[in-house]
């Protein structure tokens, strides 16, 4: 994580909602088909909501109708990849390298016609889109 995106707490309290707190310094999940990005369509870039660092390219985002946004793939070097065993099971948490923000999960092999494979089921609330 670099230092310059580094904040504490009640740093990370006051410049995110509740919501956004939740989600990206909790690691919280939104309710599927909640998510404000799932139905975009436009060209641009999405970032982390917390740190405003490019994480993916509209390109790379497909229709999983999984109930949140989903991409194949990250801007490189973007999406940091952990090993979550909080629900009981083995799963690889995605987060902002930059500031360290919980996005959501990657699932491998699910089956659907992407380049890598891969769905990155990111919460949409830790996502701001800039369009081009």
């Excluded at 790379?60 to 109708?65: E, Q």
């Excluded at 500031?99 to 949409?124: D, Q, W």
């Amino acid at each position: 994580m670099s230092q310059s995106k580094a904040k504490s707490e009640s740093e990370w309290r006051a410049v995110l909602s509740p919501q956004q707190f939740r989600i990206l310094r909790q690691k919280g999940t939104e309710p599927p088909g909640t998510a404000k990005h799932e139905q975009d369509i436009g060209q641009g870039v999405y970032t982390c909501v917390g740190c405003g660092t490019p994480l993916y390219n509209s390109s790379t985002k497909f229709k999983s109708g999984c109930g949140w946004p989903a991409f194949f793939d990250a801007i490189p070097g973007a999406v940091g990849r952990h090993e979550d065993r909080s629900m009981g099971m083995a799963r690889t948490e995605i987060t902002c390298t930059a500031c360290g923000g919980h996005l959501g999960h990657v699932f491998k092999g699910e089956g659907f016609s992407t380049p890598t494979n891969e769905r990155h089921c990111v919460n949409s609330i830790s996502l701001n889109f800039q369009e081009e």
